[in-house]
């Protein structure tokens, strides 16, 4: 059971370079709390509403597809099918923060107090990567948020104008159900007339639903990405300290020419030791990191890779109209960033893992004295220890994701020609 102090987050958190964004909608989705909020408990309980409204809609969604038998053009079941499969992975996510969340807490809190830290005593170099990974994680979020809020845009206005002045294509679940009519893309996403004809359900439920999922979606894959690029952002301020070998970040008041061979020495080995304790804290947030996607994604792993096939082959074989064929688009370009930006910033960890590596050696190290060259020989072979992150059986890197896009190609292949014959 959560405990609400436990879930709170101080306010200038929430003024975080990079985790602005997302924590100001985390707090309106209720999963994170300000210790200045009058009544934090309430974020709890909204935020288990939005969850169980999540898994609610998935269920009817579910329910609608397996119950609607076959269709009589691929095209009229693919977006309900696609809309409902993706919805099982929004609803694993959800339900694995949601049970999270203390772990989620505990990582903002560290990851806030770091960043400060940083800020604090980052020269403009460091400033500059900071103001970097700022800008690329909002880049990287409207990348995702984009396409997501224009097919939820495009449902809405359609819903509306038919409403308005074609209120026969809207209000028609019993000839819908018979046969007789095709339903609205709205509907046809979220086809919970079929279940249960009345206003609420029929015709509100759709428009809750798709709300929280152009929302949610974007919102928890790019908050992951910016944790992920935050460990990158540790690891080369990381780099870049440990080819200066600079002492006087230790004690800006040092006077390196009047020290002797022995001080010298002992500011060198103070400074590997602050490095080994950078280290150890970066891997300890990897593995939490891990800890924390490892089902999910292996989750959309299975599942993204299914539905692309899927939808690759209803454009190739069925007879899709305009919003239909936008739809899917969208749908096949929101999965692949999804997967894509899970690999891709997990390859970008090792990479800069393997610099830091390779920053023990290019230090100059031949001007140090012996204990320090065996400090740092010491330091540069734990470094190459591996610091892959999987998803419970696949490792997270670039390899993996042409696995996924190319065996999801190969059985599309295989069911054009099946079809075909």
Same mark, same amino acid.
């Given at each position: 059971m959560f405990k609400v102090k436990d879930l709170l987050l101080s306010p200038d958190s929430f003024e975080n370079p990079i985790f602005r964004m997302h924590l100001h909608c985390f707090s309106w989705y209720g999963y994170v709390a300000s210790t200045e909020q009058a009544h934090p408990w309430f974020s709890l309980i909204r935020c288990t509403i939005f969850t169980a409204s999540i898994w609610i809609s998935c269920a009817l969604m579910l329910t609608r597809v397996f119950l609607s038998g076959s269709y009589e053009n691929l095209s009229d079941g693919a977006t309900s099918w696609a809309t409902a499969v993706q919805f099982i992975a929004v609803s694993?996510?959800?339900?694995?923060?949601?049970?999270?969340?203390?772990?989620?807490?505990?990582?903002?809190?560290?990851?806030?107090?770091?960043?400060?830290?940083? %800020?604090? +005593? /980052?020269?403009?170099?460091? *400033?500059?990567? @900071?103001?970097a990974t700022q800008r690329y994680v909002r880049t990287i979020t409207m990348l995702l948020w984009v396409p997501s809020v224009v097919a939820g845009v495009m449902a809405w206005l359609d819903c509306i104008y038919r409403t308005i002045?074609?209120?026969?294509?809207?209000?028609?679940?019993?000839?819908?159900? %018979?046969? +007789? /009519?095709?339903?609205?893309? *709205?509907?046809? @996403?979220f086809p919970f007339a079929d279940l249960c004809d009345n206003f609420v359900i029929g015709y509100l439920g759709p428009w809750y639903s798709l709300g929280l999922g152009i929302t949610t979606i974007p919102l928890w894959h790019t908050f992951i990405t910016c944790l992920m690029k935050y460990i990158t952002l540790k690891l080369q301020i990381l780099t870049k300290r440990v080819i200066e070998m600079n002492i006087k970040r230790i004690k800006p008041d040092l006077v390196v020419q009047d020290l002797t061979t022995a001080e010298l020495n002992h500011w060198h080995l103070q400074l590997c030791k602050g490095f080994v304790v950078e280290q150890v804290k970066i891997r300890r947030f990897v593995h939490e990191l891990q800890q924390l996607l490892r089902v999910p994604v292996m989750a959309d792993f299975i599942i993204f890779s299914v539905l692309m096939c899927f939808l690759f082959f209803a454009l190739t074989v069925g007879v899709p109209s305009n919003m239909d064929f936008s739809f899917m688009i969208i749908y096949l370009f929101v999965m692949a960033a999804i997967l894509w930006m899970y690999h891709w910033h997990a390859t970008l960890i090792v990479e800069c893992k393997d610099d830091l590596a390779f920053a023990f050696y290019a230090c100059e190290w031949y001007n140090f004295g012996l204990p320090v060259q065996k400090t740092l020989l010491f330091m540069m072979k734990h470094t190459q220890r591996p610091m892959k992150m999987r998803a419970l059986l696949v490792d997270m890197n670039l390899k993996t994701f042409l696995d996924i896009v190319r065996g999801a190609y190969s059985y599309f292949n295989l069911l054009r020609s099946t079809h075909a014959y």
């Open positions: 694993i996510a959800t339900l694995n923060a949601y049970v999270q969340r203390g772990r989620v807490i505990q990582m903002l809190r560290f990851a806030h107090a770091d960043l400060v830290a940083i %800020r604090m +005593e /980052a020269d403009d170099l460091e *400033l500059s990567l @900071l103001d002045f074609l209120p026969q294509t809207v209000f028609n679940a019993a000839a819908v159900h %018979r046969g +007789e /009519a095709q339903p609205i893309l *709205l509907f046809k @996403l």
